[in-house]
């Protein structure tokens, strides 16, 4: 029998989200039904709700989730009704071009539940990186939901989900941050502290945190910065040099998504270093226009990170685990916990920089 539950919906570009009614069907083959427990607010759910990455109106919005499996659909051999999951938007298919040469973190064919969740009156709704998880119950593929340790609160650990896992992996997995190396970070939000946090993990030593806010940059200490810049106050790549022994750093991970910063991380890169560029920019935006002498001389590498490179059933467990032993404060990303009713005030806070994630809690 589909459900009726309450989930957030945007219904039109640049309007006020509202509770509706979301009608979640049975799990069918392939699916599983997820009872939410957590999710987080991401800048992509607003970026959904302005109408930003398409027209698919209605919207249900919520992708950074963790929650108990309600239910499986047929052929679901490694979820059990009880599991405990942090779902993800990178269900591997195992079958394309990618995943068959041994690289499904770059899967090109990820999978999402075939049935349509939709309104009362029968409106398909298109869930947020095919998710869909400020509601109640949200139906996705088995292989979006990646089992994790239990014990781990949904809250801290759902935030996995996206944005703090795509930061960690910007440092960790694409930029193969190494022990001893020095980083850059350049916008200190969710993203860039988790990437800040892995690159401490990853054992850099000198981590420069840059941001144009004061308060995002003691937060970035928090993380693990060892240098903080103001970039609103001075010249960022100067000050990325001075902190490296006038070098620049090994790993420059842009996490803001604009041309001019992504050229500040080009620069601010040592001689054969690594940029990682993880933020996400809008379709308007172009390249820097850089002397070509500059890319070839200076060599390294340039990369952009999807999801930081992360493959969720290798890297949920792991980091879940690592969270457990107080070796990655996963709880401090969370700023506040919230209702599914208070999503659009979160949005305001996002855009005014106060929070670096509220998080709904069912
Ligand atoms: N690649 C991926 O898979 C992936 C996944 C999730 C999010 N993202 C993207 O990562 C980016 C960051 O996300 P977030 O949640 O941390 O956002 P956020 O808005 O919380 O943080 C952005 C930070 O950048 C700072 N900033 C803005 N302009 C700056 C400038 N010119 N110089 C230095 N700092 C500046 C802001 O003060 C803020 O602290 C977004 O573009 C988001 O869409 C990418
Ligand atoms: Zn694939
Ligand atoms: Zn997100």
Redesign the pocket.
Known sequence: MPQTVRGVVATNAKEPVSILPVVVPDPGPGEALVRVQACGV???DL?YREGGINDEFPFLLGHEAAGLVEAVGDGVRDLFPGDFVVLNWRAVCGTCRSCRRGRPWHCFSTFNASQRMSLEDGTPLSPALGIGAFAEKTLVAAGQATKVDPSARPEAVGLLG??VM??LGASMLTGNVQRGDSVAV???????DAAIAGAKLAGATTIVA????DR?LALAREFGATHTVN?ARVD?VEAVREATGGFGADVCVE????P??LEQAFFARDLAGTVVQ???PTPDMKLPDLPMIEFFGRGGALKP????DCLPSRDFPYLVDLYLQGRLDLDRFVSETISLDEVEEAFHK?ER?EV?RSVVVL
């Open positions: 991401c800048h992509t970026h996206c944005g795509a930061g350049f916008g200190c939000g969710g993203v860039g840059v941001d144009l806010e995002k970039a960022a996490a803001v998504g604009n001019k910063v993880v933020g996400v990170s999807w999801y930081g996002m920089g670096l």
